[in-house]
Every structure is written in structure tokens, then in C-alpha cells.
Nanobody, 124 residues
């Protein structure tokens, strides 16, 4: 049964913005920290942002700090990442993930649940 579902990806121009959404099951959303990873062809899957179970703490990769903002909405069991000032190097498949702690979601092996991914392509 699908427990995390991403949406909001697409093709945009450098400098544009996108907001990705991840709809989670109620059990996962209420129990786990949530995060976003991305993976380009032939590359490792890297953490880009994470948010604690309570929403009180966040983590951002240096490459996206100041441009991306992660948030979660308990009324909708949904986590978002607002991506501004997009660059071609942001092009990747973006995956939503759930894990036990904010720290765990800084590395792919720390995730316990994954979404199917959504493609983000940024043209120059």
C-alpha cells in the first residue's frame, strides 16, 4: 500500500520556483520526521531538507540553504518543500521520505519509508 505520494514536479526555467507536496498516511505523518531527497542520473541519493516530527526543527543541505523551505501541515498530513531561485543543478528526481529523527533523514539509509519520486527539471 502506498504511504507517501509526491506531486508538484515539472519543467521550469532557472530562477523560477516550485512547491513539491508529499501526502503521507496519518500514522506515518504523526510518528516520523519527514524529509526530501534528490537523485540525478548516475548520482547518489542526497538529503536536501528535513523537518522534525513536531515541525520545530529543520535541516537543509548547504546547496539549498536560503532557497528551499520545508514545512509540514498536520491538518493535511502533508509535507512541502518550497523551492525558490532554482538552478540547473537542482535537476533531479525528488523523493519524499520518513524516518525516526531529523538526524536520520540526513542520510538515505536513515529513511524507513519512501515515495515514488517526482521529476524536477530546471532549464538554463
Amino acid at each position: 500500500q502506498v504511504q507517501l505520494v509526491e506531486s508538484g514536479g515539472g519543467l521550469v526555467q532557472a530562477g523560477d520556483s516550485l512547491r513539491l507536496s508529499c501526502a503521507a498516511s496519518g500514522r506515518i505523518f504523526s510518528t516520523y520526521a519527514m524529509g526530501w531527497f534528490r537523485q540525478a542520473p548516475g548520482k547518489e541519493r542526497d538529503s536536501v531538507a528535513a523537518i522534525s516530527r513536531s515541525g520545530g526543527s529543520t535541516y537543509y543541505a548547504d546547496s539549498v540553504k536560503g532557497r528551499f523551505t520545508i514545512s509540514r501541515d498536520s491538518a493535511k498530513n502533508t509535507v512541502y518543500v518550497q523551492m525558490n531561485s532554482l538552478k540547473p543543478e537542482d535537476t533531479a528526481i525528488y523523493y519524499c521520505a520518513a524516518g525516526p529523527t531529523l538526524a536520520a533523514l540526513q542520510l538515505a539509509p536513515g529513511a524507513e519509508f519512501w515515495g515514488q519520486g517526482t521529476q524536477v527539471t530546471v532549464s538554463s
